[in-house]
């Protein structure tokens, strides 16, 4: 199978521009990928175009909004989502203007795609009294319900982001006073977040069941599902709006409707 010039442009963009030339973060390569792992889903299910048949000439200003407008009514996503897939669209072809000027004009009419306007929304943060119906949904009982109480305990009381949850190992836990995690945030930068009692005593139960404490399982994830493997934002997500939806029949007044990971910071961004 000889490889697309599409294929062979995108592979260098996420291998060698995006983390050499660029410097991208980890966390950006990540959410440009997911961009394009849709972009390919679309055109297969919509246009009848499979990856390993994709060109360059293919893809068109008119075909890129039509992908945009499919993320928001077929996917259900809003305004700022879109966005970030266009962000991602428009530097994969800032890249291509100087790969390949030939195409010059046509990268600068998918360039000129513009980014939708959107509104800013006031974040509801919830009370404590909210906190504590969350905290007590789930069942301490079984490893699991033990697990998730320790994540939101965590979440809580670092204000960390979904992200930075899901790239914590115990290495980055001190479980010695001053108790503190270190959290990795966007450009890779590092903060040393203090954290109290209550979470701490949850986190060494948990990770002294996991075996998360051993000295070789300092590079492990923190959190890990029924795989083994280490959470997506979607699986983290799950986890909060099952617990939400239980807190909810108990007082519905304490929980925001929707509930996300931005309502549960203490301290906000």
């Keep these: 199978m000889k490889p697309t010039d599409f294929s062979r442009y995108l592979t260098y963009f996420f291998t060698k521009y995006m983390p050499g030339e660029m410097g991208a973060s980890t966390n950006t390569i990540v959410s440009y990928k997911d961009t394009f792992i849709l972009l390919l ?5 919509r246009k009848n175009i499979k990856a390993d048949k994709l060109t360059l000439d293919a893809v068109t200003k008119e075909l890129v909004v039509e992908f945009l407008d499919w993320v ?3 996917r259900k996503c809003c305004a700022a989502t879109r966005n970030v897939r266009l962000a991602a669209i428009h530097s994969f072809y800032q890249y291509l203007q100087y790969q390949s000027p030939e195409n010059l004009h046509k990268w600068q009419k998918i360039l000129s795609i513009p980014v939708k306007r959107t509104e800013s929304k006031s974040v509801r943060y919830m009370s404590l009294e909210g906190i504590k119906l969350l905290f007590e949904t789930p069942d301490q ?5 033990r697990r998730d109480l320790a994540l939101l305990s965590l979440m809580y009381e670092s204000g960390a982001r979904v992200q930075e949850l899901i790239d914590l190992t115990p290495s980055m836990i001190r479980l010695d ?6 959290l990795i945030g966007k450009g890779n930068k590092a903060r040393i977040v203090p954290i109290m009692d209550t979470p701490v005593a949850l986190l060494k139960k948990y990770m002294s ?7 070789s399982a300092n590079m492990y994830p923190l959190f890990n599902n029924y795989r083994k493997e280490k959470f997506t934002r979607a699986g983290i997500n799950y986890i909060l709006k099952k ?18 990971c931005h309502n549960l910071r203490q301290y906000g961004e």
């Design 41 to 45: 889903t679309f055109l297969k299910d």
């Design 72 to 74: 928001e009514t077929e």
């Design 141 to 145: 009982s079984t490893k699991t319900g």
């Design 177 to 182: 006073k001053p108790y503190t995690v270190k």
């Design 209 to 215: 069941e996991k075996g998360l404490l051993k000295p």
């Design 243 to 260: 617990y939400a939806k239980q807190a909810r029949v108990k007082n519905p007044a304490q929980i925001p409707e929707p509930l996300s």
